[in-house]
């Protein structure tokens, strides 16, 4: 079973950067695909962007694409996503996730390990 522990959130002027990380722990977390979603106040979570059990495919939403980077380090159990040229809109709390497959999914029911989240609050 792996678990999950976000850190990096905090508040930025548009604009701004942020990067996330993930720390997994458990000994299959090479074994999975890895996700980011995030749920802004008042609305369903969504998919933000996903990576391969290898990190040699990734996938974003469109609404971030150009801005954010997924990435994963085997060796150390992590996964980060590098947000740039933030919006307000980019305003909710992320939350990292695991699927339980090698390739990236963006549907929400594939994920099935979730962490606490981090809320990111972005500024106009």
């Known amino acids: 079973q792996v678990q999950l522990v976000e850190s990096g959130g905090g508040l930025v002027q548009a604009g701004g950067s942020l990067r996330l990380s993930c720390a997994a722990s458990g000994r299959t977390f090479s074994s999975y695909a890895m996700g980011w979603f995030r749920q802004a106040p008042g609305k369903e979570r969504e998919f933000v962007a996903a990576v391969s059990n290898s990190g040699g495919i990734t996938d974003y939403a469109d609404s971030v694409k150009g801005r954010f980077t997924i990435s994963r380090d085997n060796s150390k159990n992590t996964v980060d996503l590098q947000m740039n040229n933030l919006k307000p809109e980019d305003t909710a709390v992320y939350y990292c996730?695991?699927?339980?497959?090698?390739?990236?999914?963006?549907?929400?029911?594939?994920?099935?390990?979730w962490g606490q989240g981090t809320q990111v609050t972005v500024s106009s």
């Open positions: 996730a695991a699927t339980t497959t090698a390739y990236p999914s963006t549907d929400i029911m594939d994920f099935k390990t």
